[in-house]
């Protein structure tokens, strides 16, 4: 199936620790991202990398970090985890040059700080 | 920086009924985009709307862009059940960066 995947769907985690977040598109996309979505429903950009570049660093604590091994790949890691990152995390790819730029969302980890 | 007002917040209507969401933003884009996103679930696209005056329907619901106004409406025409979810519009700034809305749960009661 063509899409956006995520690993995991869930992750549970204590304070203090650190995680990673995978991102896998097979859209041939050339734009990926990593989005926040907090408890009031609220999504707001964090990261986006075009072609491996860098291209989106919104305010966001150094501890996550995000890296996009190549086109297809990006990756989340979260240093030091806090209650306040206790969110759902979407990844999302697109295509400067298709449907006007339309993103495809992938399904989501839920990130739990205890 | 670019805002984005979706109203209402929170839409219950019965089935048949229509209704319209709104989406104002604050600073010039001509690409607007909808999304719907079921409790627990991704967000879908809905529509893509790249110029003013562009409209695009699939079933019940129609989206609109007017530029000038700053303004894109959702409308749902005899609503039913299945249409029930939230709604998201989400404006492009600066090529690649999507600004999203507040969000409309709408709820659908028989």
Known sequence: DTAVSQT?????????????IK????????????????????????FSY??????INET?????????????????????????DSAVYFCASSSRQLRGNE???????????? | ELKVEQNPLFLSMQEGKNYTIYCNYSTTSDRLYWYRQDPGK????????????????EGRLMASLDTKARL???HITAAVHDLSATYFCAVQYNTDKLIFGTGTRLQVFP
């Open chain 1, 8 to 20: 995991p769907k869930y992750l549970v985690t204590q304070m203090g620790n650190d995680k990673s």
């Open chain 1, 23 to 46: 991102c896998e598109q097979n859209l041939g996309h050339d734009t990926m991202y990593w989005y926040k979505q907090d408890s009031k429903k609220f999504l707001k950009i964090m």
């Open chain 1, 50 to 55: 075009n072609n491996k570049e860098l291209i």
């Open chain 1, 60 to 84: 966001v604590p150094n501890r996550f970090s995000p890296k996009s091994p190549d086109k297809a790949h990006l990756n989340l890691h979260i240093n030091s985890l806090e209650l306040g």
């Open chain 1, 103 to 114: 993103q495809f969302f992938g399904p989501g980890t839920r990130l739990t700080v205890l």
């Open chain 2, 42 to 57: 991704s967000l879908e696209s809905l529509f893509v709307l790249l110029s003013n005056g562009a409209v695009k329907q």
């Open chain 2, 72 to 74: 894109s409406t959702l």
